[in-house]
């Protein structure tokens, strides 16, 4: 299944928020997993936040959101009036009060970038949604996928013993294949 969606939000802080109640409530709706959610969220703030601080608003007096959603990738972007300087990733010290936020955006998505088209820059992030099987969108999401799908986990040790020692542990992966 694929979506998208574009959303022109007014040039304001408050905007922010909005998108990621917008974005979260429809990638929730096809089966998306919490926890990229929450990343989905935090990518969304920093484009936002970014394009609210150091770009002008489009000729509209707006600021765009669009997604695309393929059911296995995510891109999302973020198109403004434009800047004096290029949006690129800072040093993000210790000690400075910004420069982290495409930083956090480049630690969170597969990839993100820029592209300029007809006077606007427009900042965008690809990230990996994981979907949670259509069978289980009937039952309340942890977020988290059920433990039947990690067959080393609830099958025990290889060999079928367990010999109770209390340091032993099974091996995990952080994703079912």
Do not use: C
Not at 158 to 163: A, E, I, S, V
């Amino acid at each position: 299944m694929s979506a998208s969606s574009v959303v022109l939000l007014p040039y304001a802080p408050s905007s922010v928020a909005v998108a990621r109640k917008r974005l979260r409530s429809e990638l929730t709706a096809s089966g998306v997993f919490e926890s990229v959610l929450d990343d989905v969220s935090v990518i969304v703030s920093e484009l936002l936040s970014n394009a609210l601080r150091h770009a002008r608003p489009l000729p509209s007096g707006q600021i765009r959101l669009a997604w695309a959603h393929d059911g296995e990738t995510l891109e999302l972007s973020v198109t403004d009036g434009g800047a004096m300087t290029e949006p690129r990733r800072g040093p993000g010290t210790l000690s400075s009060l910004g420069g982290r936020g495409l930083g956090i955006v480049e630690a969170l998505s597969e990839g993100w970038g820029v592209r300029h088209e007809n006077g606007s820059t427009i900042v965008w992030a690809v990230l990996h949604t994981p979907k949670i099987a259509d069978s289980d969108l009937s039952r309340p999401s942890t977020g988290l996928p059920e433990f039947g799908a990690f067959e080393d986990i609830t099958n025990g040790p290889p060999g079928g013993r367990h010999n109770g020692d209390a340091r032993e542990t099974a091996p995990t992966r952080a994703f079912p294949r």
